[in-house]
């Protein structure tokens, strides 16, 4: 199994702003995904994160809003711009674990936007 | 896409009972079936999964059965145990593609000692 780890574990942040989230993997991995979960929900992917090419998204979700990077093999960053309070959410970064398909989740980085 | 079906919403038991939670799903090219549990203020934990090779899989107190034709599998549980509280989610998957992946509604599971 992977070790994930995300950075901020949580945050309140204030209307309008924007935060970027870190993930980072403990083993060097091809895609890596973001994840919201609403209060109370279930998980939905948000995009897919490959290292040297554009992050691919899921419809409901656009570039502008959650922009993403991923510059190495054991990295990502999902920013989640100009907050609502609707934005509020656990956002998870996720791989897969080898052939086997596997996911496996970080912490979460939970946000409250105010 | 795929979609999947999650019940019941809510489960309580008590201590040393047992819980099942029953998940369908639509399309007949998955067949990787995981299972989570999240506990509060934690991602999901991968807990058992299942191919669709496979009709059932057990790990000490916890089982899964797959029914490919009917397109259902289920969780269970026995012996519960306090610890077991958490929130428990399904999944359905073709491994090659996990942004395909799509999880059920979650159960919240309360064991009550």
């Known amino acids: 199994s992977a070790v994930i780890s995300q950075k901020p574990s949580r945050d309140i942040c204030q209307r309008g702003t924007s935060l970027t989230i870190q993930c980072q993997v403990d083993s060097q991995v091809t895609m890596m995904f973001w994840y919201r979960q609403q209060p109370g929900q279930s998980l939905t992917l948000i995009a897919t994160?490959?290292?040297?090419?554009?992050?691919?998204?899921e419809s409901g979700f656009v570039i502008d809003k959650f922009p993403i990077s991923r510059p190495n093999l054991t990295f990502s960053t999902l920013t989640v711009s100009n907050m609502s309070p609707e934005d509020s959410s656990i956002y998870l970064c996720?791989?897969?674990?080898?052939?086997?398909?596997?996911?496996?989740f970080g912490e979460g980085s939970r946000l409250t936007v105010l | 896409g795929e979609n999947v079906e999650q019940h019941p919403s809510t489960l309580s038991v008590q201590e040393g009972d047992s819980a099942v939670i029953k998940c369908t799903y639509s399309?007949?090219?998955?067949?990787?079936f995981p299972w989570y549990k999240q506990e509060l203020g934690k991602g999901p934990q991968l807990i058992i999964d299942?191919?669709?090779?496979?009709g059932e899989k057990k790990d000490q107190r916890i089982a899964v059965t797959l029914n490919k034709t009917a397109k259902h599998f289920s969780l269970h549980i026995t012996e519960t145990q306090p610890e077991d509280s958490a929130v428990y989610f399904c999944?359905?998957?073709?491994?090659?593609?996990?942004?395909?992946?799509?999880f059920g509604a979650g159960t919240r599971l309360t064991v009550k000692p």
């Open positions: 299942i191919r669709s090779n496979v």
């Open positions: 994160a490959n290292q040297g090419s554009e992050a691919t998204y």
């Open positions: 999944a359905a998957s073709i491994p090659v593609n996990n942004n395909d992946m799509r």
């Open positions: 399309d007949s090219a998955s067949n990787y």
């Open positions: 996720s791989v897969q674990g080898g052939w086997t398909g596997e996911l496996f």
